[in-house]
């Protein structure tokens, strides 16, 4: 039952509001204004007070809000590229993986 739970909690919406939770409670703790921290990530006061309200911003502006914490190292590793320990696991992965979408029927 709890692998079901987990499956309809992480949707895109909730997941983006968990992701504003998190912006929230950090720019709190650095006790930062939703003005302050909305001036150090160059957004407009109502686009950041939408974010923390809703999670709904743009990439752009979630990374501007990174950078205003502190924390766009975090960034850089969604959908990063598998590291291979050699090169038979490279080859190997290269023969299992399509490279290109299917066309559509």
């Known amino acids: 039952m709890d692998n079901i739970l987990s499956l309809v909690n992480n949707t895109p919406n909730n997941i983006a509001l968990r992701i504003a939770q998190r912006v929230r409670a950090r720019r709190l703790n650095m006790n930062l ?3 302050g ?4 990530a160059g957004l407009k006061l109502p ?3 939408r974010f923390e309200r809703t999670g709904e911003i ?3 502006g979630l990374l501007q809000i990174g950078f205003a914490l502190n924390s766009l190292q975090d960034f850089d590793a969604l959908f990063a590229q598998e590291q291979y320990q050699s090169l038979d696991e ?3 992965e290269q ?7 299917r066309k559509n029927e």
């Open 58 to 60: 743009s990439v752009k």
């Open 90 to 92: 490279l080859l190997s």
């Open 33 to 35: 204004t939703q003005e």
């Open 47 to 49: 686009t950041y007070r």
């Open 95 to 101: 023969n299992i993986n399509r490279k290109r979408g």
């Open 37 to 40: 921290l909305a001036t150090r």
